[in-house]
């Protein structure tokens, strides 16, 4: 993988982080970054030393959504633009083998909401905010906001944001449910990473059959969820790490997911 300028890939303890740098323009997404993002989470995924990938922002922003400085004069339709760049993108994300965290270090707003959306967790900073800006300037949500926001906040509070684009600061979005934790600007990369070293001890194997269950149940029956836990709860018990899970417990120590099997 050849890191460009537009983002900086680092890997410290098992965790990649990913950080679109683009700050002098809140790091709205052009093509080379999107392309460039979903190319690293793609090595990032192949990677057996990478446990968990971090996305994050330079500078003040998370991501102001489509750069609009190049949209005009583009070659593209919205339709195969999306196609493109974001959908594939955002279909990375949710199918990574891998915990994806958004660490949402500034503002988020349209394309750059659905992207700190997406996340399998959601960590943001004091002064974070989220915008679906799309309305603003008569667009339609994209880049999964229509899916991810009404299944967290409900479909009319998810309407109402959208309608209005009203700011949700980061004490809001704790209380709706948008992110799961809210760490003090001043310390946020070292809390963003300690988390993320957490999650990176636990057992990869299970994590990743994990998400591909819970994706699976968020659009199927409870029939076909009862289906596919049992049939991956399979792949996890023959995994070495079950073994090594029950050996801890009945030793009485931690066990150790990082050991390789
Ligand atoms: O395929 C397709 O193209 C369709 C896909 C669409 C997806 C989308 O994301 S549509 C939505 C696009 N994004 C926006 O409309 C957001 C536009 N930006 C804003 O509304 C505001 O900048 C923010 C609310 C995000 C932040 O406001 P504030 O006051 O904190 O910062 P600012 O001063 O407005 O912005 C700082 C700089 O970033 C400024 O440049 P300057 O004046 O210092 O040279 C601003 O122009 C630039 N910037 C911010 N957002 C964008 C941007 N430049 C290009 N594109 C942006 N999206």
Known sequence: MTPSDVLLVETVNGVRT??????????????????????????ADADDAVRVVVITGAGRGFCAGQDLGGVSGRDMSFTEHLNATYNPLIRTMRGLGKPVITAVNGVAAGAGASLALAGDLRLWAQGARLIEVFSNIALVPDSGSTWFLPRLVGYS????????????????????????????DETFLAD????????????????????????????????????????????????????????????KRAPDFRRDG
């Open 157 to 184: 509070r998810a309407f109402e944001l959208m309608a209005l684009a009203d700011t949700v600061s980061a004490t809001e979005a704790l209380r709706l449910g948008l992110c799961e934790q809210v760490y003090p």
């Open 192 to 251: 963003v990473q300690a988390y993320a070293e957490r999650l990176a001890a636990r057992p990869a194997n299970a994590l990743k059959l994990t998400k591909q269950a819970l994706n699976a149940a968020m659009t199927s029956s409870l029939d076909a969820a009862l289906d596919t836990e049992a049939e991956l709860q399979q792949l996890a018990g023959d995994h070495w790490e079950h073994a090594e899970g029950v050996s801890a417990f009945k030793e």
């Open 18 to 43: 990913l950080t679109l740098n683009r700050p002098d323009r809140l790091n709205a997404a052009n093509d080379e970054l999107l392309y460039a993002l979903t190319d690293a989470l793609k090595a």
